[in-house]
């Protein structure tokens, strides 16, 4: 069973999408049982959003 330091690493990083089709399994089957890390999933899911809207705007030039 993957360990909830481990879950956060992998999403935090970004490497979830680089990872083993077993590894993914486990950290899906983390996810479902642990409310903790759902509740992080969703909040990095949030804060992702955020700054790609952040970026975006930075993106766009400036208004006199």
């Known amino acids: 069973m993957m360990k ?4 956060i690493f992998l999403i935090s ?5 680089d990872a ?3 590894v993914r399994l486990d950290a899906g089957m983390h996810r ?7 509740s ?3 909040n990095n899911k ?3 959003k ?3 809207a ?3 705007e930075l993106k766009k030039p400036e208004r006199e």
């Open 4 to 7: 909830c330091r481990e879950y």
């Open 13 to 17: 990083s970004g490497k979830i999408d």
């Open 20 to 22: 083993s089709v077993g």
């Open 32 to 38: 479902l049982i642990c409310k903790y890390c759902r």
């Open 40 to 42: 992080f999933s969703r």
């Open 46 to 48: 949030q804060l992702d």
């Open 50 to 52: 955020m700054l790609d």
């Open 54 to 56: 952040y970026r975006e």
